[in-house]
């Protein structure tokens, strides 16, 4: 079966391969067998703060706009969407304030402020949204091309154009640390130019919790028959069963490990390593 086949998905996203490169049996539980995830507080809060900054973009300016009232409404259809009757993971530590960990309470909280960082960093940075040939501004903006013969498909935060002109790849992160690497934002500038006709110069993560902007880079370094490389790889892999198991520290708030073997999930007898079966 081709990698096609396997997920039900003609293309490669970044996350996928980054899914794949952090563990290749979460992979495989995730995106081939689809099993039953425990859903998390953290990727509902991160989907409820993408929103708000979408509606809050989406906005003329000089707009209402309460950060609040905003998110706490996106937060509970968020919630409501994501509770399939699995305990949910919680992030971060506990703390005095917080006895379990960054939760509901946690992200009800905190998420109308990273809203609202997101607000005055829209307003005072210098950072204006790049406006497409269609005149729709440049926000989660679908991204859908051929790398090596590999068909990809990817959502850009924002393109946006910093206040010296230059084209900025810009994601939006809720984590309390930045990514180490940019290989997200060197994708999404590869595949901007082959859909848009436009090379991004520089790339940046835009953290939430602080409502900073790291160090916009330089992402000349990222090239297409690079990429090209790693996702031809990538698709040999899936489509040759290779699917290796990471055990680490992420295990504990892995969303698939009472089906993993490699910790012994409570489930993981139902899915075996795959040389023990016919597939």
């Not at 859909?195 to 990222?222: C, F, N, Q, S």
């Amino acid at each position: 079966m081709t990698l096609e086949e396997k997920t039900g998905k003609n293309y490669i996203s970044h996350s996928a391969m980054s899914t794949w490169l952090n563990c290749g049996w979460s992979f495989y539980l995730t995106r081939i067998q689809k099993i039953q995830e425990n859903p998390s507080y953290w990727l509902v809060g991160g989907k409820s703060l993408h929103e708000g900054t979408e509606i809050y973009d989406a906005l003329e300016p000089g707009a209402a706009f309460d950060s609040r009232a905003v998110f706490e409404q996106r937060w509970a259809e968020n919630y409501k969407l994501a509770d399939n009757g699995m305990p949910f993971r919680a992030g971060g530590k506990k703390t005095t304030a917080y006895p379990n960990k960054e939760d509901a309470r946690w992200w009800l909280d905190n998420g109308p402020k990273m809203l609202d960082f997101w607000v005055q960093f829209r307003e005072t940075s210098g950072y204006t949204i790049y406006e497409l040939p269609d005149g729709a501004k440049a926000v989660e903006t679908e991204l859908n091309t051929e790398v090596g013969g590999v068909s990809m498909k990817g959502f850009l935060d924002r393109l946006m154009v910093s206040p010296e002109g230059e084209l900025i790849v810009v994601d939006i992160k809720t984590s309390s640390k930045a990514p180490v690497t940019y290989t997200q934002l060197g994708t999404y500038a590869i595949l901007t130019e082959k859909t848009m006709g436009i090379r991004p110069v520089k790339g940046a993560y835009w953290m939430a919790r602080t409502g900073e902007l790291t160090e916009p880079v330089e992402l000349d370094h990222y090239t297409e028959n690079r990429l090209a490389t790693h996702v031809k790889g990538f698709k040999i892999a899936v489509d040759n069963n290779i699917f290796i198991p990471q055990p680490g520290f992420m295990c504990g708030t892995c969303s698939v490990n009472h089906a993993c073997y490699a910790v012994k999930g409570k489930n993981s007898h139902l899915y075996p390593e795959l040389g023990e079966t016919d597939e």
